[in-house]
């Protein structure tokens, strides 16, 4: 089983700033098999970036996503303040199944 | 528009069984994986299980093999996830998810979640 583990583990900017959010696998990881989720209090998840690179439906474009092999990055330009929340990087590998989530990062207002 | 709608908070006792839903709507039903995650208070998400309603295979985390068991009715487009057992550590909300994407995976449309309690 992959182990994703995600830095840091808590982030403390202010709105207008950048964040740079790790997230690191115990295995090679297919870029096309990493996705980025956002998740706010009392909310599910939503995704924000998938195929390490890509971003989702609706997700504005100061968000951004790289990486490859092992380390995978979801970057945020110009903090807004509905940006700060729970993200969590999370992969599938197929033998065998295998959805494992990062333990999260927190991005909070500083 | 895609929808998962799942069903309401549960307040049970240990040792009880216990089935949650999650009703699709907007698209194929049977065409889509569905994943169930669990999010224990103030923690991240866990992959439980999948399942493609359209020949009913299931394929479970090793962490809850054997602990909860993953169905569908494609008739009623819903998916389940049940316990036989409930226990204390069973406490959490539980989401469904639609897999989405062939090349790329990803879960696209989530449920809004079932926050099941399990206290004596």
């Known amino acids: 089983e992959i182990v994703l583990t995600q830095s840091p583990g808590t982030l403390s900017l202010s709105p207008g700033e950048r964040a740079t959010l790790s997230c690191r696998a115990s295995?090679?990881?297919?870029?096309?098999?990493l996705a980025w989720y956002q998740q706010k209090p009392g909310q599910a998840p939503r995704v924000v970036i998938y195929?390490?690179?890509n971003r989702a439906t609706g997700i504005p474009d100061r968000f951004s996503g790289s990486g490859s092999g092992t380390d995978f990055t979801l970057t945020i330009t110009r903090l807004e303040p509905e940006d700060f929340a729970v993200y969590y990087c999370?992969?599938?590998?197929?033998?065998?199944?295998?959805?494992?989530f990062g333990q999260g990062t927190k991005l909070e207002i500083k | 528009e895609v929808q998962l709608v799942q069903s309401g908070a549960e307040l049970t006792k240990p040792g009880e069984s216990l089935r949650i839903s999650c009703r699709g709507s907007?698209?194929?039903?049977?065409?889509?994986?569905i994943l169930w995650v669990r999010q224990r208070p103030g923690k991240g998400l866990e992959w439980m299980g999948v399942?493609?309603?359209?020949?009913?295979?299931?394929r479970y985390s090793p962490a809850f093999q054997g602990h909860v068991s993953i169905s569908v009715d494609t008739s009623i487009a819903t998916a389940y996830l049940q316990w036989s057992s409930l226990k204390a550590s069973d406490t959490a909300i539980y989401y469904c998810a639609r897999r989405f994407g062939s090349s790329s995976i990803w879960f696209d449309s989530w449920g809004q979640g079932t926050l099941v309690t399990v206290s004596s």
């Open positions: 999370q992969q599938y590998s197929s033998s065998p199944p295998d959805y494992t």
């Open positions: 399942i493609y309603p359209g020949d009913s295979d299931v």
């Open positions: 907007g698209y194929k039903f049977a065409d889509y994986w």
């Open positions: 195929g390490a690179a």
């Open positions: 295995q090679s990881v297919k870029p096309s098999h």
